[in-house]
């Protein structure tokens, strides 16, 4: 295998945002997380503390969604629930920017708002991952293409102090002309450009969509060191039969979930 099972593993941050998540279902998740040793868990603000009970001593950091999943709450709403989470045990912070400000056009709203978090969150010793939500994009806004509508999102995020810039919150879901609702999620397209739009300091996060083990390594080649997912068990199992059949010299081919030119 090119790369080893920690730096694949270190770069899930496990998913655990589903509306209907049971505390059970939390707990479980957090057991699981702390088994497979992935980076962090993801987790919506009021479980904080349990899961940072669960996980004390594992080396898996707990991390907590804000403003999420669209973003709409006023900046001292996001900032008070950021010193919250912090407080509880939080060490990174995944906020959604308000999408419907950024498409407005109100730079200077957006990046007071994502500065806001920032600020709270550094002065508790957290790290922040801005959710640009790319599904809403794909039209550009203020006058703006979709590229360069993300581009000035990335160097604006940087400006504010943000640690990542991530793509999507995973439930971003887009109303399509037969009236259902779907979401594409991270993409190549947009990895690769998030990637390229900001300084070395700024780490890069995809999520939504990454559901198999070559789509996570299509994640690190793109130049993203983190990765929202729930599909952690399926991508880390399958990472141990492939080892296990280089190992036996039977060699692998990589599955057939592998990106194509959408989503993952």
């Known amino acids: ?22 505390d059970q279902e939390l707990e479980d998740g ?4 702390a ?27 707990v991390g907590a969604v804000i403003g999420f999943p669209h973003g709409n709450a006023c900046s001292e709403s996001k900032r008070y629930e950021t010193e919250l ?9 995944d906020m959604v920017i308000n999408i419907g400000k950024a498409l407005s056009g109100d730079w200077e ?3 007071r708002d994502v500065k806001t978090v920032c600020d709270e969150a550094h002065s508790h010793g957290a790290k922040v991952k801005v959710i640009f939500e790319n599904d809403y994009l794909t039209k550009g806004g203020a006058g703006l293409s979709s590229d360069d509508f993300k581009r000035r999102l990335c160097q604006l995020c940087e400006r504010a102090g943000a640690d990542w810039v991530k793509t999507s919150s995973g439930y971003g879901f887009v109303k399509q002309p037969d009236g259902s609702y779907n979401y594409k999620g991270a993409t190549e397209h947009d990895l690769a450009l998030m990637r390229a739009s900001v300084s070395a300091r700024v780490q890069v996060k995809a999520a939504g969509g990454v559901r198999d083990l070559d789509g996570l390594i299509k994640v690190r080649v793109l130049g993203g060191s983190r990765c929202g997912a729930s599909a952690t068990v399926l ?18 081919q990589g599955g057939a979930g592998a990106i194509g030119s959408g989503g993952y």
């Open 109 to 111: 709203y957006v990046e």
């Open 1 to 22: 295998m090119k790369y080893t099972y920690a730096e694949l593993a270190k770069m899930i941050d496990h998913s655990l945002l589903h509306p209907t998540m049971t």
């Open 235 to 252: 991508m880390l199992d399958e990472y141990h039969r492939r080892e296990a059949a280089e190992r036996a010299g039977q060699g692998t």
């Open 30 to 33: 957090c057991k699981l997380a």
């Open 85 to 93: 989470a912090c407080r509880d045990g939080a060490v990174e912070i």
């Open 35 to 61: 088994k497979y040793q992935v980076a962090s868990v993801c987790i919506k603000p009021y479980a904080v503390k349990r899961a940072a009970e669960l996980l004390h001593g594992t080396g898996v950091l």
